[in-house]
Nanobody, 121 residues
C-alpha cells in the first residue's frame, strides 16, 4: 500500500513537501521504481519523476529544475520536494510503484489515493 501525506495548502514561492509511506514491501527491493505524478484540476496526469530501487532518480524535463525525489529506507518512505511553487502547481499528487523505469501512468500498477495540494496566498 502507498499513502501520500503533506500540507494541503502551500503559499506561492514556498517549497511543497510530500511524503509517501509504503507498506507491504521494502522501497529498496530489487527492480522497483517509485514514481510521483500530479493531476491539476481539469487536466490529465502528469509524470514528475521516479526514484529507482538503486536510489537513482529521473525527472520530467519540465520539472527537473524544481523537483527533488528522495527516500528514507529506515522509514520506508519516499519524499517529493517541489520548489518555488506557483498556483499552477495546484493538483492532486500521487505516488505509485512500477516494476520498470517508467514515465507513463499505465506502467505503474500500484497507486496511493492521492493528496490535494493547493498553492495560494
Amino acid at each position: 500500500q502507498l499513502q501520500e501525506s503533506g500540507p494541503g495548502l502551500v503559499k506561492p514561492s514556498q517549497t511543497l513537501s510530500l511524503t509517501c509511506t509504503v507498506s507491504g514491501g521494502s522501497i529498496i527491493s530489487g527492480y522497483v521504481y517509485w514514481g510521483w505524478f500530479r493531476q491539476p484540476p481539469g487536466k490529465g496526469l502528469e509524470w514528475i519523476g521516479y526514484i529507482a530501487y538503486t536510489g537513482s532518480t529521473h525527472y520530467s524535463p519540465s520539472l527537473k529544475s524544481r523537483a527533488t525525489i528522495d527516500r528514507d529506507p529506515s522509514k520506508n518512505q519516499l519524499t517529493l520536494q517541489l520548489y518555488s511553487v506557483t498556483p499552477e502547481d495546484t493538483a492532486v499528487y500521487y505516488c505509485a510503484r512500477a516494476s520498470k523505469p517508467a514515465m507513463i501512468a499505465e506502467d505503474y500498477k500500484h497507486w496511493g489515493q492521492g493528496t490535494q495540494v493547493t498553492v495560494s496566498a
